[in-house]
């Protein structure tokens, strides 16, 4: 590499948003929440979103629902455009959300989901710019529910607090995006029936728009500030994954739901 390209690498790197990794929940993590979503879509939003995903590779919500963590490599602009997006802090402020304290300029997961809801709402727009507002909102509904999109600024949403488990280096980000879930050994099909199994939540506003976003938040927040969240010791042990991934499945649970409501209210017929 030469000293001129080392040195533009350098400044791209630099300019990155410090963001909690983009991969909330991992990608088995989010189809989950919007295969659960999907069962539940009523008449009207289920062929709206069948006739904007058509052209897609995987015309479906799952295949849609990684779309937004692979925009890095698959478009940059929009993908440095977006990162803010994903998560909000507010652990430091007990959980309590202020606009403009905690989303400047609206970028934060919480504003953004009310923001491309809306987008998503509006039939006067091209369906170019509806599709790609209905990919981030399955995706950013997601996020939403990962408790560490809504933790603490100070360690990243836990990327910087490491830890170990049966001999594996990683992060407390890391472990709940995908190491409680992949701790069940299962496949996408058989981790989607064991959610099914879950007693069904009743979304709590999530059918009024604009989505009770905050709501949401300041919930998956409250999580992270419980006692046992952030372990004693860095080295994990298996009472670490017993205690919290039920949690971890309620979350994604009340998140297949809560998208379910909001998309069958921003694609209601009108």
Known sequence: MTRTAFHALLVFILALPLSPAAHAWGPLGHRLVARLADADLDPQARAEINRLLRDEAEPSLAGIANWADNLRENDPDLGRTSARWHYVNIGEHDCSYQPARDCPDG?????????????????????????????????????????????????????????????????????????????????????????????????????????????????????????????????LESAYYEAQLPIAERQLRLGGARLAALLNATLAAR
């Open 107 to 235: 970028k934060c997961v919480i504003e953004a989901i009310r923001a491309q809801s809306a987008i998503l709402a509006d039939r006067r727009r091209p369906d170019a710019e509806r599709l790609q507002a209905l990919k981030f909102v399955v995706h950013l509904v997601g996020d939403a529910h990962q408790p560490l999109h809504a933790g603490y600024a100070r360690d990243k949403g836990g990327n910087d607090f490491q830890t170990s488990y049966q001999g594996k280096g990683g992060n407390l980000h890391r472990v709940w995006d995908s190491g409680l879930l992949n701790s069940r050994g299962l496949d996408e099909d058989a981790y989607l029936r064991v959610l099914r199994a879950l007693p069904a939540p009743a979304p709590d506003r999530a059918d009024v728009l604009p989505p009770a976003s905050a709501d949401w938040a300041r919930q998956s927040c409250a999580i992270v500030v419980a006692p046992g969240f952030y372990p004693a010791r860095a080295t």
